[in-house]
């Protein structure tokens, strides 16, 4: 029997709650499937960073590259200033362990509410390849005359053609992969950002040689946005930058019914990858047993996708499922669920 090693990372606010149901969840799996697993926590988050002053440590770093996996909850504090945890502690694991894929799939699920006026579970179900590692994310730029009327602020976007190659070709085999409708749209902005896009753009068709069974498109960002709230249909898989790829995902979100739902997977396909709901710390909602955990166990399930277990991934996707399908669960939003947030968890556990 497999035994995977496993990091678990619950961070923040109402990151633990909803990594214990994602955890209960993988405990009953992991039954049906035959597999077996050890998990290691690690504090890391703003609460350890307040006590300790620690973010995170590269000795974590070198004991994550031994794990099959990570687990995390979520990542952020009220009383620390932004941008310390999230440079300190998710950026800083994105880009040391070289997860150079952000994978966020925009599925609604049947009974799920979404804001988008007819439509439904057949128009929503595409995914967004993000590039995880370059882009404005990395940190280039600089200020001078900072506080004074003739202050100057850069910020570059960098963008190499290994890391556009490399996320590129990712979304091709995936797309492949998938195989739904075997499309793939490079979002872009290649009328304004034409030096990076320009890149992006080259490398796109160069790299689509190499796949004549992918139709490929083209739509910038802008107009994006625009076909995601009125034809989602259209979209099979999209591959865009970091930054790009950041904003339309929370709109991805909201159109899957919410942040509740949202679970995305930072990759390192030939590393240690990471898994996430996309939601953040809600410290509004902490300890209630209120936040919905379905984030948190779709991550799990591309956790267990990603490591091999697919049939298990399976098992956890058909039970979410079947729960969505029960009506037990009245909401995505947190408090409205109708159930607690372990209830959740247990129904879920139950079905796999
Ligand atoms: C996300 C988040 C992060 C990002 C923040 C918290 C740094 O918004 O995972 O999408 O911008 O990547
Ligand atoms: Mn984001």
Redesign the pocket.
């Known amino acids: 029997m497999k035994t995977y090693r496993l990091g678990e990372i619950p961070g923040d606010g109402t990151g633990p709650e909803v990594v214990r149901e994602g955890l209960k969840v993988l405990e009953a799996v992991s039954k049906k499937s035959g597999f077996s697993y050890t998990t290691i926590f690690y504090p890391f988050g703003g609460e350890h960073y307040l006590k300790t002053g620690e973010t995170l440590p590269d000795s974590a770093i070198e004991e994550f590259k031994q794990l099959d996996a990570l687990y995390l909850g979520a ?2 504090h009220p009383e620390v200033k932004p941008g310390i ?3 300190g502690i ?2 800083k694991l ?1 880009f040391s362990l070289d997860q150079y894929i ?1 994978l966020r799939p925009v599925k609604l699920y049947p009974r799920v509410w979404t804001p988008l006026k007819d439509k439904g579970p057949e128009d929503i179900d595409f995914v967004v390849v ?1 590039e ?1 590692t370059e882009g404005l ?1 990395v940190g280039a730029g600089g200020v001078l005359h900072r506080g004074t009327p003739h202050e100057v602020a850069t910020q570059e976007s960098i963008n190499t053609r290994r890391g556009v190659e490399r996320c590129i070709r990712f979304a091709f085999e995936f797309t492949r992969k998938r195989n739904k409708n075997n499309k793939l749209t490079l979002c872009g902005k290649t009328n304004v950002l034409t030096y990076a896009f320009d890149l992006w753009e080259r490398t796109f068709q160069e790299v689509a040689q190499e796949y004549p069974d992918i139709k490929t498109d083209y739509a910038h960002v802008d107009a994006t946005t625009m076909w995601m709230v009125k034809n989602p249909e259209w979209f099979d898989v999209i591959v865009t930058d ?2 790009f ?2 904003i339309i ?2 709109l991805g979100a909201m159109i899957q019914g919410g942040m509740g739902i949202a679970a ?1 997977g930072n990759i390192n396909p030939e590393g240690v990858s990471m898994f ?1 709901p ?1 939601g ?1 710390s809600a410290p509004k909602y902490t300890g209630k047993n209120m936040i919905n955990p379905l984030a948190a166990i779709s991550a799990l399930q591309m956790l267990l996708s990603h490591i091999g277990e697919e049939e298990a991934a399976q098992k956890v996707e058909e039970a979410l499922i079947k729960a969505l399908e029960s009506g037990k669960i009245k909401s995505m939003s947190a408090g409205q669920m109708g159930l607690t947030t372990s209830e959740v968890g247990n129904l879920i556990a139950s079905l796999v």
Do not use: V
């Open positions: 990542i952020g945890l999230e440079r998710l950026l994105r952000n993000r995880n994310y970091n930054m790829g950041d995902t929370d995305g996430e996309i953040g």
